[in-house]
């Protein structure tokens, strides 16, 4: 791929292949040029330079070269043997060639004269006309320097090994090691000047979780996406990226419509939800929450269509009871194969990490709807940035298939109350349901709002509901009272007696 400038071919772009990257990279690393890949310890700097190598291999049919300067080759290879990538085969057939220029076990090094990775360098292009290497990484080049004083001789010799790299036209990541997240890009101040292209990796701690974020600080000539992205080693499929910024606002937006399982709650959207909407179901514990998300899976069962319900608060046997409760046979739905029921407690892992795990089962499920109960469970255990770029991104994936999403969140008032979550993610959503408890006179009732529904007209009412063993049962609306949703019950006046009378005789 060929980046344009003003109109004038200028840098070739080489794909990494890494999921996420080449959109933020807007195409790929230059090709024939040195990335400096820069990272403090455990922040994925090993991992991403031995994918980029291995997709190169398994994608693109370009062969490569491992030059290891901390690690001893057999180490490295056991430990990426996880991933599925089997470096022992590749070395096997001749398409990968490795260096070994890793200290021996107890050798120590002094500074002594000068220094010079001459014959490093010979080694090095002997390898890559050996395999005839389009690609090699070189991990981690700052094992050697902490060695050194002398940060003239570091810029030197690093610069000696970008000129080789450039001189055997390949395309190399050099990774290096950082000391602190933010703050000097390398151990000496002079790496990055020495590099055409700086990529960052961090592993900041955040709350008590760590959370990897990806930043190009500079491609020399040409253009990239700026700003720090989540991403996330996955066992499956190694580092994942999550670039915000390359989502489009390109979903299709269906006219059809579908049931949400409950007929009166049809007829409040004017005849069903859009079959590719996200809605939100917000309400205090106890609301009926769960009851919707169960009535909406049950709508999708019964078309023959498949569903999937995420559930990060209830485990699995206790959504079937529940349902069972309601007259839903969750069990029976699962062995026909039309239901799928996936429990994990959020704290298993990251959001990056949920994100992931939620698109795989999405793409070998191939549901119509999936509902994610709750939100707000997810939220507990991430920042306010991470859980917006979170829902971003699941809303855009299951839009992008046309999928219709329900999500619950549960206020933390029982009597109205704003919720953080419809706070952050309210303009994300194209319908939000309110569930709220309202007392009168000394008891509890409940009542159901839609507060909004993108691109159809709807019932603005609030009404009352109960739940029953046949679900959820959606009546009247709130005559003479209001308040109900801030939870300070007022009454019109002269109203009050009539309405009481109207509750206590059943609407009679």
């Known amino acids: 791929m060929t980046t344009t400038l003003g109109g004038r071919d200028t840098v070739r772009k080489m794909p990494v292949g890494i999921a996420g990257f080449d959109q933020i990279a807007d195409g790929g690393i230059p090709k024939g040029r040195t990335a400096l890949l820069a990272g403090t310890a455990g922040s994925g700097k090993t991992i991403f330079a031995l994918q980029f190598l291995v997709n190169g291999l398994n994608l693109f049919n370009e062969n490569g070269v491992i030059v290891t300067f901390e690690e001893a080759p057999a180490d490295l290879i056991r430990n990426v043997e996880s991933l599925g990538w089997d470096i022992s085969r590749y070395l096997a057939e001749g398409r990968v060639a490795m260096v070994d220029a890793s200290p021996e076990p107890g050798e120590t090094v002094c500074e002594a004269g000068s220094y010079d990775l001459s014959a490093l360098l010979a080694r090095i292009e002997h390898a890559v006309r050996k395999v005839g290497a389009s690609r090699v990484i070189l991990d981690s080049v700052g094992a050697i320097f902490p060695q050194f004083s002398d940060s003239n001789l570091v810029r030197r010799e690093l610069h000696r090994v970008v000129s080789g790299m450039r001189h055997l036209g390949v395309t190399s990541l050099i990774t290096i090691e950082r ?138 046997e206790q959504l079937v009871r529940n349902a069972t409760s309601w007259g839903v046979d969750f069990e029976r739905s699962e062995q026909q194969g039309l239901l799928k029921i996936i429990c994990r407690y959020p704290e298993t892992m990251g959001l990056e990490d949920h994100l992931i795990q939620i698109q795989r089962e999405i793409d070998q499920f191939k549901p119509m709807a999936i509902a994610i109960d709750s939100l707000s469970a997810l939220e507990r255990v991430s920042t306010i940035k991470s859980f917006r770029e979170f829902v971003i991104a699941l809303t855009s ?40 408890y309202v007392e009168l006179q000394g008891n509890m009732h409940r009542a159901i709002t839609l507060l909004k529904m993108r691109g159809s007209s709807h019932d603005k009412q609030i009404r009352e509901y109960r739940v029953t063993d046949r679900g959820m049962e959606i009546g009247g609306t709130f005559h003479g009272v209001g308040g109900i949703l801030t939870g300070s019950i007022t009454y019109t006046l002269g109203e009050e007696r009539e309405y009481l009378q109207k509750m206590f005789s059943g609407g009679k």
Do not use: W
């Open 397 to 436: 994936f299951i839009k992008h298939r046309e999928i219709a999403g329900m999500f619950t969140n549960t206020t933390t008032m029982l009597m109205g109350g704003e919720s953080i979550t419809e706070t952050h993610i309210s303009t994300i959503t194209d319908s939000i349901v309110l569930l709220r």
């Open 179 to 316: 000391v602190h997240e933010y703050g000097e890009i390398a151990r000496f101040g002079v790496e990055e000047f020495v590099a055409d292209n700086v990529i960052i990796l961090r592993n900041p701690l955040e709350q008590e979780k760590r959370r990897r974020t990806i930043e190009i600080l500079k491609f020399r000539g040409t253009t990239h996406q700026k700003g720090e992205y989540p991403f996330t080693i996955d066992p499956t499929s190694g580092v994942t990226i999550i670039p915000l910024s390359a989502i489009e606002l390109k979903q299709k937006s269906s006219n059809i419509r579908i049931s949400s399982g409950n007929a009166e709650f049809d007829k409040m959207c004017a005849g069903g939800v859009f079959r590719d909407s996200i809605i939100l179901v917000s309400g205090a514990t106890g609301t009926g929450k769960t009851l919707m998300v169960t009535h909406f899976m049950k709508a999708g069962i019964e078309t023959g269509n498949r569903v999937i319900l995420f559930a990060f608060e209830e485990n699995r």
